[in-house]
Nanobody
Framework: QVQLVESGGGLVQAGGSLRLSCTTS????????MVWIRQAPGKERELAAG????????YYEDSVKGRFTISRDRAKSTVFLQMNNMKPEDTAIYYC??????????????????WGQGTQVTVSS
């Protein structure tokens, strides 16, 4: 059973920054992607950012492009999400998930196999 451990959530003012991290309990699988899915109150979950483990290619949802950066420490099977210039609409529970990722558009039909417990991110205006 794979476990994902997240850290780094919290409260920040608009324009501020937070850094999330996610570590797997075992070695990350090359055919997988590590993804941050967020869910805001009253809204559906959305894939905010993801990293395909085999080649390190990344995906960003349009609203976070230019503000969020996803990166990894491959040796530690850890992914980081640096969130800058944060906005109140970034307020959500952020879940770290992993799942199979094939092809260049893997994020379009990504299905999570494992989930972290979620971390609350709140951006005040």
């Amino acid at each position: 059973q794979v476990q994902l451990v997240e850290s780094g959530g919290g409260l920040v003012q608009a324009g501020g920054s937070l850094r999330l991290s996610c570590t797997t309990s075992g070695r990350m699988i090359d055919s997988y992607a590590m993804v941050w899915i967020r869910q805001a109150p009253g809204k559906e979950r959305e894939l905010a950012a993801g990293l395909k483990w085999r080649d390190g290619s990344v995906y960003y949802e349009d609203s976070v492009k230019g503000r969020f950066t996803i990166s990894r420490d491959r040796a530690k099977s850890t992914v980081f999400l640096q969130m800058n210039n944060m906005k109140p609409e970034d307020t959500a529970i952020y879940y770290c998930t992993i799942g199979p990722a094939y092809g260049s558009h893997w994020y379009e039909d990504f299905i999570s196999d494992y989930w972290g417990q979620g971390t609350q991110v709140t951006v005040s205006s």
